[in-house]
């Protein structure tokens, strides 16, 4: 990961800085969100099969 800067010190160096620069970010978000919505359908299948299950007793 490479610094949006050229500098050998942290001298002179001021306001925010995004540690995230060049990197892959997005890609991680998108694999974040999709672990996200699969987590919402398996929760969402097993909760329709105990609803069910305890339907019949």
């Known amino acids: 990961m490479e610094a949006p800067f050229d500098a050998t010190s942290w ?6 800085i995004y ?4 990197s892959v970010e997005g890609l991680w978000l ?3 969100l999709a672990m996200v919505v699969i987590a919402i359908v398996f929760g ?7 609803y069910k299950a305890t339907e019949k007793k």
Request: aromatic fraction near 10%; charge should be negative.
């Open 44 to 50: 969402w299948r097993h909760e329709e099969h105990a």
């Open 11 to 16: 001298d002179g160096i001021t306001g925010a």
């Open 19 to 22: 540690a995230g620069y060049g």
């Open 30 to 32: 998108l694999l974040v």
